[in-house]
């Protein structure tokens, strides 16, 4: 690791080859552009989407390969925002490429692992302030995320955060990738009948879950569990910065996965999903981003 990072680009030397992260996130791009050609009149603003692509790639290309004074911060931090937008087109595109979700069938994967609904038999142990803690850790999840972007550049570790961003990115494409082949919204809408008390906390719970409802609720975003999956791939970036660091996201890590149930966001199966795709990525990452700078 030590040699693949210290080759990578810095300020000073700023390369016209497109990076790691510039090629995941232009497949990415081609594959959705070509899932919205192919249900072209069932993909609402299918015209708009398209366009909205077409411009997406060409700002990369044009960045790469005519460097200017906005090059530097734009192919740093230019995932943040398309990874963020790839997240809301998908609540646009699994409805009509879809057409179903897989809700049903992740619950009973859950029932027959556990003889039980995991969500609703943690209702023993409810309590308002322990909702009202597992509100804020689930809430801090994208700030966890970019804390330790923020930390590496921060420090001038540009080439730490490169493969961080590459390693975000991709876990964060991933995910969606799986929202597109298993469609569910999560046990909050599929067994609400079967819950006796409402969640409630203590101050700002209802303002967050609000807030994350207006975010999210129309997304069907459960498999595998993103949350997860970056929170643990955070945890494992924020050994780039210290150890004390790492020791702080070894101890949230737990929190927000235990939040994801508690709270009736996923289902158990969602979790070990993400679990997964996160030691996967960790393992694979390396191999992967060096052939995809050096050999692609």
């Not at 969606?176 to 409402?198: C, D, N, Q, T, W």
Request: overall charge positive; some cysteine.
């Amino acid at each position: 690791m030590a040699e693949l990072l210290k080759r990578n680009t810095g300020p000073d030397n700023l390369s016209t080859s497109f990076w790691a992260v510039d090629k995941v996130i232009f497949a990415y791009l081609t594959f959705t552009g070509l899932l919205i050609l192919g249900w072209w009149h069932e993909v609402p603003g299918a015209a708009v989407l398209f366009s909205l692509h077409v411009v997406a790639v060409t700002l990369m290309v044009y960045e790469v390969k005519r460097p200017n004074p906005t090059s530097w911060v734009f192919r740093n931090w230019y995932p943040l925002l398309f990874v963020a937008s790839c997240y809301k087109e998908m609540a646009i595109l699994i409805p009509p490429v879809r057409r179903t979700d897989s809700d049903q069938w992740l619950a009973n994967l859950d029932f027959r692992i556990w003889h039980a609904n995991p969500t609703v038999w943690l209702e023993r142990i409810y309590s308002p302030g322990l909702t009202e803690y597992l509100q804020v850790v689930y809430t801090l999840f994208v700030p966890a995320v970019l804390f330790v972007a923020y930390l590496l550049w921060k420090s001038g570790k540009y080439p730490e955060f490169q493969y961080y961003a590459f390693l975000i990115a991709l876990g964060f494409l991933v995910s969606y990738v799986g929202y597109l082949i298993v469609p569910a919204r999560g046990p909050r809408f599929l067994l609400k009948s079967l819950e006796h008390v409402p969640l409630q906390g203590l101050w700002g719970f209802s303002g967050m879950q609000h807030t994350l409802d207006r975010l999210e609720s129309a997304h069907y975003d459960c498999f595998p569990s993103g949350h997860t999956e970056l929170t643990m791939l955070a945890w494992w970036g924020s050994r780039m910065i210290s150890k004390r660091l790492f020791k702080v996201y070894f101890a949230y890590t737990p929190s927000i996965i235990f939040a994801t149930v508690y709270l009736r966001y996923h289902y158990t199966v969602d979790v070990m999903a993400g679990a997964f795709a996160a030691v996967f990525l960790i393992l694979a990452s390396p191999l992967f981003y060096r052939f995809l700078r050096e050999r692609v």
